[in-house]
């Protein structure tokens, strides 16, 4: 397979260039030869236009369309007119293919490739913080923490902790790779910085309740705290209530969870998968024999059929047009009224009608 990755900007220059380059950098390690220019190849197996602007509508083989952003009703019907030669356009969500489908596309000719992510972003850890003394009596129940530690994902929490006589909570948070940010007394300026850099606020004792408490919610931080004392006069203010230490358990294993969910969420959407998806797309529309497909986009989202259940009625149709109509007037009038604005706001009325005068002898606004 040949493939001419035909990208009509400039590969430095924005995202649609960088789509180019990881494509083309995961081809040639996938041992496909491929190669990027402005202009399509006659000679290649598959032209991959990205975007779908840019195709001039000329049938060279096999013609793929990287579709994105179909917002006003010019770039419909542009788009409408392409597929009618193309092999493929190629959306990068569901909810677009569906939407140009129902819109008057062939889905057969539509599928969804969702876009991928560079895999260097590290995991942004939710910081935890806790501002009080620990007491002799045990009124504290620090002990909480070290039972923690050896249940929860050090990759998921921070642990900010201002106070003196944490020492044994902080090693044994650290012993189990918990980032810690100890201070072992109380400062102030340094306090009235940490609060608001928290996520949630713990505090673990049964003794009616604690200061930092009130400063939490007053900077609008959640709350995990225990059902006691003035905490409960303050309506709506603790996010996650406990009493016990398995209840204060499961509130960080399900906060670990619904993290994990998020992160996982896009946890498969690399640029060697997405470029897999597209070299079996193409593989299907060179032999026309359907590949077997592990991944819910791609090529499986080309055969998928059209959902009978979905009526295509008028309504619909005329609704979404009018909002296609609507859009491509705002575009066209907002950059000439923003000019305005700011005209009138550095200039005044004098300045606007300048500009009006201007235009009405041969300038442009």
Partial sequence: MKVRIVCYEDVDAWILGKFALRMQECLK??????????????????NHHIIYLGYDGQSRGIDTLMITHIDTIDKLNLLKKQMTIAS???CMSNETMSYLSRMGIDKKKLCYVNPAHDGVMRKRKIVIGLSCRVQVDGRKREYFLDKLSKTIDADYFKFKIMGDGWERQVNSLRKEGFEVDYFDHFNYSQYIELIPSLDYYLYMGMDEGQMGFIDAVAAGVKTIVTTQGYHLDASNAII?????????ENIFLNIEKGQKKLVNSVASWNWLDYTRKHIELWNYLLDNRKNKSDFKDGINSLLIPSDKSVVLGRSFVIEKTIKLWITKYFHFFYPKTKKLKETYASKGLAGVVALFVNKILGGRI
């Fill in 240 to 248: 996650h209530p406990f009493t016990e230490y398995e209840e204060l």
């Fill in 88 to 90: 493929a356009g190629i």
């Fill in 29 to 46: 390690e996938l041992k496909v030869e491929s190669d990027i220019s402005k202009f399509p190849d006659t000679s290649a197996d598959i």
